[in-house]
């Protein structure tokens, strides 16, 4: 069974780091492409990053670039999200997520995210 | 950045009706559209892929059509657990996706 399970949300100042993991399971994580999707209280939701699988191929949401990197550890089976000069407006939901065949760049394969709140 | 654009923002449907949501992106994404549906609570659920190809375990009721620009969810007769939130996202522009705003289907 396909399991995603993201970490690392929190509360933190606005101008902090923080860094989201994603443990997968039950899938060969190297043969997939991944992504990161957040979701702000009562919106909609907000692609923000994906890293091919040998990490060769990389993406940034226009909100986020320059202040999050996306990186992965095949060895260990994560994806990571470093989220640095944080915002108020990078408050979210944020979840991992998978495509749903090696082929198929749709995300079938979700997380059940992490809460990340920017105040102070 | 490709813009998705989704109609209506809600839509009231009484349950067993038919429903129609619309999607429209900013430049051709060819076939390469998948629609999510969301409940309060869960993560979205990958229900189309492929502009019209069901994902594994979504009932026939369930059928998308469209290419190119103009794409479209159909849900032929609403059941009670179809009240929810629906996505449409355009995966064609590796590796910049956008999703659509959301469309609501409610309870009429």
């Known amino acids: 069974e396909v399991q995603l399970v993201e970490s690392g949300g929190g509360l933190v100042q606005p101008g902090r780091s923080l860094r989201l993991s994603c443990a997968a399971s039950?899938?060969?994580?190297?043969?997939?492409?991944m992504h990161w999707v957040r979701q702000a209280p009562g919106k909609g939701l907000e692609w923000v990053s994906g890293?091919?699988?040998?990490?060769?191929?990389?993406g940034y949401a226009d909100s986020v670039k320059g202040r999050f990197t996306i990186s992965r550890d095949n060895a260990k089976n994560s994806l990571y999200l470093q989220m640095n000069s944080l915002r108020a407006e990078d408050t979210a939901l944020y979840y991992c997520?998978?495509?749903?065949?090696?082929?198929?760049?749709?995300?079938?394969?979700w997380g059940q995210g992490t809460l990340v709140t920017v105040s102070s | 950045e490709i813009v998705m654009t989704q109609s209506p923002a809600t839509l009231s449907v009484s349950p067993g009706e038919r429903a129609t949501l619309s999607c429209r992106a900013s430049?051709?994404?060819?076939?390469?559209l998948a629609w999510y549906q969301q409940k309060p609570g869960q993560a979205p659920r990958l229900l189309i892929y492929?502009?019209?190809t069901r994902a594994t375990g979504i009932p026939a009721r369930f059928s998308g059509s469209g290419s190119g620009t103009e794409f479209t969810l159909t849900i032929s007769s609403l059941q009670s657990e179809d009240f929810a939130v629906y996505y449409c996202?355009?995966?064609?522009?590796?590796?910049?996706?956008?999703f659509g705003q959301g469309t609501k289907v409610e309870i009429k």
């Open positions: 492929g502009a019209s």
């Open positions: 997520a998978r495509w749903y065949q090696p082929a198929v760049a749709a995300f079938g394969y």
């Open positions: 890293i091919s699988w040998n990490s060769g191929s990389i």
């Open positions: 430049q051709s994404v060819s076939s390469n």
């Open positions: 996202q355009q995966y064609n522009n590796w590796p910049r996706w956008t």
């Open positions: 039950g899938f060969t994580f190297d043969d997939y492409a």
